[in-house]
Nanobody, 126 residues
């Protein structure tokens, strides 16, 4: 069974940086698009960023463009989310997600992904 394991969350002051990592248990998923979502209590899961299997295409939510950077290493295989200039409104549980098939389409909907990690908490203090 495919497993995604996130790490790198924590508490940071506003203006600081964090890098989230998501390791996939199966190397075959080096061919699938992967993404990051976030969720706060009482709200729907929100798309943050996504990346195709070959890193040629990336997609970001408007709210994080220029602030967050997604990347991946298919050898490990791991996907990263570098978060800079963090703001209190970035506080959320961050989830890693993977699609099941190779495609150049990056979905911004949770329904476009088949596998999910358990989430990692990011808290930005003001």
């Amino acid at each position: 069974q495919v497993q995604l394991v996130e790490s790198g969350g924590g508490l940071v002051q506003a203006g600081g940086s964090l890098r989230l990592s998501c390791t996939v248990s199966e190397r075959t998923f080096s061919g699938a698009p992967m993404g990051w979502f976030r969720q706060t209590p009482g709200k729907e899961r929100e798309f943050v960023a996504g990346i195709t299997w070959d890193s040629v295409i990336t997609r970001y939510a408007d709210s994080v463009k220029g602030q967050f950077t997604i990347s991946r290493d298919n050898v490990k295989p791991t996907v990263y989310l570098q978060m800079n200039s963090l703001k209190p409104e970035d506080t959320a549980v961050y989830y890693c997600a993977a699609a099941a098939v190779r495609t150049y389409y990056i979905s911004n909907s949770p329904g476009g992904y088949d596998y999910w990690g358990q989430g990692t908490q990011v808290t930005v203090s003001s």
